[in-house]
């Protein structure tokens, strides 16, 4: 139950809502959290890295429990009641290279809209097609935060951190093979980013890039 | 001219100050480009990775050339002019595990100050002595963004990242010995972090968490 | 028949009850060395990494044998016949990070108990929420060894070698995903703790570390 | 200053005596710290990682100050006032496989008499002539801990471990060249020891070692 | 069809046996190899790498074929015709540490064989138990040669080759979990062994070691 | 001699003029082999990898056997005799992401001009800054081929890659400090480049990239 | 839909046919991106990385739209519509160390194929039997380029690039085991190629250097 | 004192000279430790890896105790008394790749030639210019065991392994930079080599292979 009681400390301080990382938990274990988080007054609550087998096993028990919610298939997340309206300074922008790091930027995406920040998904935009990123960039500089998602050479980020004012959070995905070694490749890449402003999180770590965003998106309010 | 060349880039967008990495350049590169840019009306200019050796010839330059500045030290940088007021939304605080993590701190400080941000100082809080982290709490959540420095385990990233509500910008350093692999151990402990809220910069990388940092304290003028 | 042999040579030397690693080991194996150890008067033996299905193939010979035992579900270990009474200096207590860890927990719990410790869990006390892990500080206090168990950045052990005078055996386990590199980023966490007094075995080896913890807590009986 | 802040919250829990952490701090630093210590009445400083060079540095310093004192040339550590006669359960027994290993082993005996613990040393007992080190059989058997420290293949740790009923704590140390990639090839065979009874502690860490087995020799006074 | 071709540029010069690689070859293709060979005068064939399901496929060719054959069920390998007649100096020692390594010593064993050498099987002697190990010195003494097959931390290599005369090759097998990394505990540990007069071939490769095994055996009949 | 005897086979097949590694040469090698490469006809001889220092040695040497030449020194490269006329299908452009790749650069561009290109330098363009970049897009495009040079996360080749049809030769740089990890950040970017038609060498090796950028720069003269 | 884009990008500039990369899309998306490839009056497309169950799939879809197509059973490759007649400088070798290097080595055939490149292939000349790699060495010498594909040791890189005067594409391949450690063996030999001359793409890469052998093939044509 | 007391094992068992490994010792124990075998009644000693500047201070011992030597400079060794008479079986061909790996080669060949074997140095013939190697295949064919020393790729240990039917003992030298990673490249290429009859030896351990060498040659007389 790491994020779960985790995050019952951390809300005491933030008031942000609840989540749950679903891996490695069992379908009765979700459905119980949060079962106890609805009868403990919570109005939603976000459950990420929740595969589709394991939904449909969690779906059943929900449907038993009259719990409403919404399954996000592409982010592998669930979010019980509903979602917050957006409360942030502006927007976040999420970037990928390719259309394969889409399930980490859903998985980012669903975290931001979940914690009350508008998002504008700009996606398939990899460096080896400058001009298609460059189209973009009216968005990218826009934006309050920008998450960068790739694969492979991850030199994304390092493009689109020279581009724009904003902080850049880097999120390496495990795409590719060979020597990607796992997400490796892109890893080491956005840590050397010569662009300033630039910070990283875990390999295919949506969550994260996409939570901290929001700290970012509501840095005032803190 | 990496820095250079790519800040005057940034400038146009962002009004930032500039900046020249110290490092890689010899000392008649660094006068120069510091001369080309006060008579472009630069204000004031920051070098960073400017060792003892290698300041002592600068020196000699700033001189001969009337060119007023400041070298810090323990940091490894000097400001030309004066620096500015902070007019962020808050305070930055700063803190590390040990001692020998404060060069790469004050880097991030001098970073901080240079660009505008209040700066607090919490040294020496390593997780191994948890209570003496605990008495500064007040100072740490008190902070718009928090800069954690640690070598060896890097397990300072994860707690402060518990305890506070705003982003944690996380910064490993090669400090160690043995199987830290040059800071490799701290770096994976940080971007493995169970904290919600941690993003990472490179090793030893003081200058990237302070800009960044000032980019997030300074979002709303974005 | 690695460890059976092993332990063979180290009983007639101390004394301590028949050990059997699992994994590698077909049922069949299993059942013949079980009911040769009892044959040879062996009052009990432990059987580690034994997962389910293994177990499932192994409760058939010992049914039609006639063997009591007990099968550890979490631990995915067995022990046949009793349980010895705890006779060792003070208690162990089993300290781990997340949920996730305590599989690797319970394997040492398992072992402490088999040879004759008391045990006490404090699980789930992950270091990103260090006050709910300071609540239990008199618990980890009292004990005579500590066994820290944590995966991703394994900054348990650091934290809890600061808390305690007694030694910290810790444990990395390969919980988590990307970066952690399968467990790497908590064993070299752990390897180059600040906290003075605390040593590592392999990851996810919580018999190993039960097993020294039992040596040490019984250090005046050697 | 880590240990030595580190180490007054320990002293509080635990009574021992004080130690530094030569490495990274300047010699004005040591001196600085070892006379504070004194006039808040400690009776004696261990300083370790301090080199030749920098110890003829601190010597003047301490020449001045009248602090009487021993350097101990091959562990490069210093103590300030008398060892404390030993008082543990028995005796540490420390093993080295070759003469190259023995700055490392002293490390750890230095510490292990400044805690308080009689210490017997079997140097040069390198697996590749096991004879010899069987001739040294007993004297490990008898001992309440045994420290196993070796570079290169560092197999020690697993015969050792094979020997003795007695927790065993391995050093692996940098000693070797090629593909012992600075102390990794003996690291890893530690970890992965086929001897049950063994932890590891970092790279060349013969104090860390020396700490832990000073803990356990005295596991009944904690 | 790698091996295939590759012995028979080596046949002409050697005249040794012919060997397939099996791995990574359809039942089809091996089956195709071997009759071919037949057809052109080869009184036997050695098959490695041929696990249990695929061998089931070729069987059925081989019957359909009338093709005799032997299949070494632990080494995963299969002859056609007779074994040739030891011819070698003397015997060729296998020691393995542990039961797990077997599969690979059994590879190593009947390559020896093919290659007509006699052999002797020195099993789970791991370092763990070393008087184990010495009741088997005179065994290991007496040969020609000692392969030396180990897993976990590959201690076996150095201990062996300090007790021998003969040249050792050492074996790293993949038997070990978490901080083994699929055999480079064991690989990084032989290749820094301590005892002169040990090489190291590919982990788990059973048949290089018994490859070059026989040819020093045959040494002088090359 | 390893360069010097290769290429003499090479040459009796390219008639390519000679290249001599200067790295691990004494000056005495160098000015013998040149020497009597001179005395075979040669008409100019290039000499890689020399250092101003080995230089100055190899230069008493020069003077006093009269051989004519030019010393490069930002490329550490020596021409003896002189330069051949550019002869090949067109021009090769080589790019650089800053300042500190510029001498691996220069090794590529003399060593093109050496034999026979026409080169076109466009250094300084780093990705963080991809607007300066494409002013140079045209340059880019109208190159037979294109050397891309970057260090630290080496996202250069996939940009640069994706805006050109002609092959791109990506060089990683050593640049960078921390987490490029002596240039392993930029090759594996540059390995797993999302762009079609890059190819890597090693890190740092400018000749090599010159060399076979040459080669297809003269493709219809093989 | 990484490479469908992108190439649409590229082939603005370039005119090459169409090349979609398969792993990692269904096969919905496959045949919805060729069909409107189709639509658009593409004459022929190439899908990459289709194997053969996903090739299943798309099979149906192809035939409900009536698309003439031919499957690559070993390139595990797909081509719509003709392959374009061979219109390069001369042709393109493609050479193997054994038989398990062949699917990658079909993949570049087939891509070079696609892209109107004559090819040669020269299989399973691994450099263990060098005689009957010679015996190719006319076919070797008489390429415009030449792709060498080796697992294992990597070697056949260096000695062909030794043997011919043109540019040599090696490709490392997954081939082999143990301390292949992925393709990591190969990968890092060919980088550290002795012969000038070489360069080297990811991992199993078929398609990347077939894609860049044929621009070289056809550099007078860019 | 490794070496020395290893040795003098040893010798009991095998009537081998006495051999020291003088790296990490000071040239006082050389000094000591050879005297102390003399009185002994040693008639001659190897000391390895001893370097010019050491060798200079032995020297001034050596003269004073009127102990006649000679020193190998290239090999770094020192040999007291007179060298044994061949008398192996055949001779030992000693190969390298490059100039640069004469070093590791001539401290296997002193070693060799210590234990009484003829020695054939076969030098500079790497494989990147195959015809001059293969114009030495006579000489490769004559030897009882062939020792193939490479840097960079090591391609030469499989080149060498396919053309000789005796045993090869590979050793993998540090000659290269970038990604040869200190020696790791020729190393994993040599363990993967995809010629039978290859083993491996540490990388730069020309001792090592030499050692083992003489053991083969003289495999009768063990």
Redesign the interface.
Known sequence: ???A???M??RE??GAPE?IYG???TPEQIIGIVKSMISNGEESVLVTRLDEDKYTEVLKGFTKNNISHKYYEEARALVTGDMKAPDG?GYVAVVT????DIPVAEEACVTLEYLGNEVKRVY?V???????L?KREKVL?GA??VIAIAG????L???V???????V?AV?T????????????????????????????????G???G??AS???H??K?
């Open positions: 139950m790491e994020y009681n985790l995050d400390d951390r301080r933030t989540i891996a490695g938990k300074i290279g390719g259309t394969s398939d990899g460096v080896a097609g400058i001009h298609r460059l500089k309050t935060v492979m050479e991850g030199a980020a390092s493009v951190g020279g581009l724009v004012k904003a902080p959070i390496p495990s795409v590719g093979y060979g020597a990607n070694f796992g997400g490796m490749s892109a890893l080491l890449s956005m840590l050397n980013s010569c662009a300033s402003g630039v910070s990283v999180v875990n390999i295919d770590n969550f994260g890039a939570y901290q700290m970012i998106n840095v005032t803190l």
